[in-house]
């Protein structure tokens, strides 16, 4: 099982559950955490092969990696603790997560929170996949790693979201990095499923105005999802709105969920 954290709250009977994206861990939200204990019972994961789950790596998880094995860790954690229901919210690659979670067990998703979202592959990101294949068993995965955090996250304002990742990504392996980025094979297929199918979930993108990847594809998926999806952008604010962002994020987040 993935390694966890919980902040019970209680006068709560609601949970709140992170997801934080590749190469971090749930250190990630320690922004987070004061603001959403003081109203909800939370959850904090470790994926993978990141955080303290690193330490299972020898026993476990031996299995080629899916984003449907991946989102089922997360629902062995739910199980494991009894929880029925819970908000997710993600950031990055953590999005698809829970969008795959939401896909194979939507009774247990209330909502889904999705920061810096990844719904389509533009461009760049297409060139940046086909340059992390060719090399990634050439170079060592932190010099990788620090490229595309320079390619997302370019500007001064980005550095404090783009360090955190590069030290967090500090803590993997080269062996497990690699694993996770055999997923790219399969992400379009999945993003393109994901951009097509609405699902009755109430869903709230949190985009920063700089996050000039991925904004795009995320306010075309919103106008054909406007049943049951909402977009709120963040000036001034790139890829990691949780960290980039922290106080505008707690509060536009905690009022989405407080009208659920």
């Given at each position: ?51 303290e789950s690193k330490t299972t ?109 590069i030290n967090e990504a500090k ?90």
């Amino acid at each position: 099982m993935i390694n966890y954290t919980i902040y019970e709250n209680k006068n709560s009977s609601q949970w709140v559950t992170f997801v934080h994206g590749a190469g971090g861990s749930s250190s990630i939200w320690f922004k987070q955490i004061r603001d959403f204990k003081s109203h909800f019972n939370v959850l904090l994961l470790d994926l993978r092969g990141h955080g303290e789950s690193k330490t299972t790596l020898k026993t476990a998880f031996k299995q080629k990696y899916t984003f449907s094995s991946l989102a089922n860790d997360i629902l062995e954690v739910l199980n494991h603790l009894k929880i029925e229901k819970s908000h997710f919210i993600g950031i990055s690659l953590g999005t698809i997560l829970i969008r795959q979670l939401a896909e194979l067990h939507p009774t247990r998703v209330q909502s889904m929170i999705l920061g810096g979202a990844i719904l389509k592959m533009n461009f760049r990101s297409q060139v940046l996949m086909r340059l992390g294949n060719m090399f990634k068993y050439v170079l060592p995965y932190l010099v990788l790693y620090q490229f595309f955090a320079f390619v997302i996250m370019p500007k001064k304002s980005h550095k404090q979201s783009r360090l955190l990742f590069i030290n967090e990504a500090k803590k993997l392996y080269q062996k497990e990095f690699i694993k996770w980025f055999k997923l790219t094979a399969e992400i379009n297929p999945v993003l393109k499923w994901f951009r097509q199918m609405e699902l009755n979930i109430p869903t709230l993108y949190v985009m920063g105005d700089e996050d000039y990847m991925f904004l795009p594809s995320v306010r075309q998926v919103v106008e054909n999802h406007y049943k049951s999806s909402k977009l709120f952008v963040i000036e001034k604010c790139g890829h990691v709105v949780n960290v980039e962002q922290s106080a505008i994020f707690n509060k536009n987040v905690i009022s989405f969920l407080k009208t659920i």
